[in-house]
Structures are given as structure tokens and as C-alpha cells.
């Protein structure tokens, strides 16, 4: 099947900081990523949508200028938690669809002290 | 939009059981229902999934029935297997590329 990377998987920082995380699609370009967080014990909630080439799309609830999201290339979508809190740690998992199916990246653990 | 329900939150089964969790959806328009196994730290794994143009899929020891005049889907797992303990979540989406909206996830213990 598609692979789909993150990078980091586990990143640690201080609460008024940023931090970017990576998403790539390795076999196949991807108009379109998904960017999702998990809290511990709680389901996956879709944060935004991201378009290759225009703006994300937010989800309500979701920040768009605490959670920007770039979408440069058919490949790439990074997700920047700008000024982040320690209520920002979680799970973060991003997603591209190829067509037929979506697949998971292996997600970024943020733990913000 | 789309919203999702799970039941049941946790589900405890012996060895060689079968279990069954169940989903509704709410947006007709839903066409794709995957359903993934979650273990700890990991990305969810698609382990079946079923189109509305399908009552029923079979996989092995996995199967899925989905029932559109009533909106819901179900899990089956025959033969359960202590490596079946995970947390399983259902999903749905109305277009081909758009984004999964999840249940909130079964907890399956499976005891031998």
C-alpha cells in the first residue's frame, strides 16, 4: 500500500515555542492531506483539511492562526503549532488519500512542558 | 455534517468468542465506512472497510454489514484472539478524498 511519513514522531517543547511537523506522501502526490488529533484515550478529530496549492480548510474549533498548515507541494503538508501550551499536547496524525483509500501517517507525539 | 456513534466504549471477551461492535452515522449521503484497529502509540490500521453499494464483506475472521435504510454498520470478529485486543474505531465519509469522521472507539480485551 501508499506510505504516507511524519516527521518528527515525538518532539518536545517549551510552552511559548513553535514547532513544525511534516507530512509526505513517499509514493504517490496527494492534492489533498488530512491533519487530525488524538487525545489519550479519546478518538481521532479531524482538525483541518489541507489543499495542495490554496488554503486549509478548519475545522470549527480549530485556530487557524495557532494551527497553520501549508500545503506546498503534492507530497508535503506541514502543520506549525505556533506559541504552543501544554493543553496543545497530543497526537498529532496526518492522512492522504490516493484515490481509493487514506493513509495514516504514523503520527508526531507534542508534548509542550 | 457527518456525526458518528460507537458502541459499545469497551467490549471483554473470552478466547474463541466472537465480538460485534456497532456504528451510525448520520449524513445519508456517507458511501465509504472503514473501520481501523488502533494500538497503543500507533496509526490506525485499516482492517476491513465496505461501500454502499455492498451489504456485506467478508475477510477471514472480519467481516462488515452495513444496513443503509437504517444508517448503521457493524463489526464482526469470530474466533477472537488475545492479539485482537486493540481499541477499533469506525469512520464514515460521503466523497471519495474527503475526510474520515470517527467513532469514538471500542476498547476490545480479549482474555485467554
Known amino acids: 500500500g501508499a506510505v504516507v511519513s511524519q516527521h518528527p514522531s515525538r518532539v518536545i517543547c517549551k510552552s511559548g515555542t513553535s514547532v513544525k511537523i511534516e507530512c509526505r506522501s513517499l509514493d504517490f502526490q496527494a492534492t489533498t492531506m488530512f491533519w487530525y488529533r488524538q487525545f489519550p484515550k479519546q478518538s481521532l478529530m479531524l482538525m483541518a483539511t489541507s489543499n495542495e496549492g490554496s488554503k486549509a480548510t478548519y475545522e470549527q474549533g480549530v485556530e487557524k492562526d495557532k494551527f497553520l498548515i501549508n500545503h506546498a507541494s503534492l507530497t508535503l503538508s506541514t502543520l506549525t503549532v505556533t506559541s504552543a501550551h501544554p493543553e496543545d499536547s497530543s497526537f498529532y496524525i496526518c492522512?492522504?488519500?490516493?484515490?481509493?483509500?487514506?493513509?495514516f501517517g504514523p503520527g508526531t507525539r507534542l508534548t509542550v512542558t | 455534517g457527518e456525526n458518528v456513534e460507537q458502541h459499545p466504549s469497551t467490549l471483554s471477551v473470552q478466547e474463541g468468542d466472537s465480538a460485534v461492535i456497532k456504528c451510525t452515522y448520520s449524513d445519508s449521503a456517507s458511501n465509504y465506512f472503514p473501520w481501523y484497529k488502533q494500538e497503543l502509540g500507533k496509526r490506525p490500521q485499516l482492517i476491513i472497510d465496505?461501500?454502499?453499494?455492498?451489504g456485506e464483506k467478508k475477510d477471514q475472521r472480519i467481516a462488515v454489514t452495513l444496513n443503509k435504510t437504517a444508517k448503521h454498520f457493524s463489526l464482526h470478529i469470530t474466533e477472537t484472539q488475545p492479539e485482537d485486543s486493540a481499541v477499533y474505531f469506525c469512520a464514515a465519509t460521503n466523497q471519495a478524498g474527503t475526510a474520515l469522521i470517527f467513532g469514538k472507539g471500542t476498547t476490545l480485551s480479549v482474555s485467554s
Open positions: 465496505i461501500r454502499s453499494n455492498v
Open positions: 492522512s492522504a488519500f490516493d484515490s481509493y483509500e487514506q493513509y
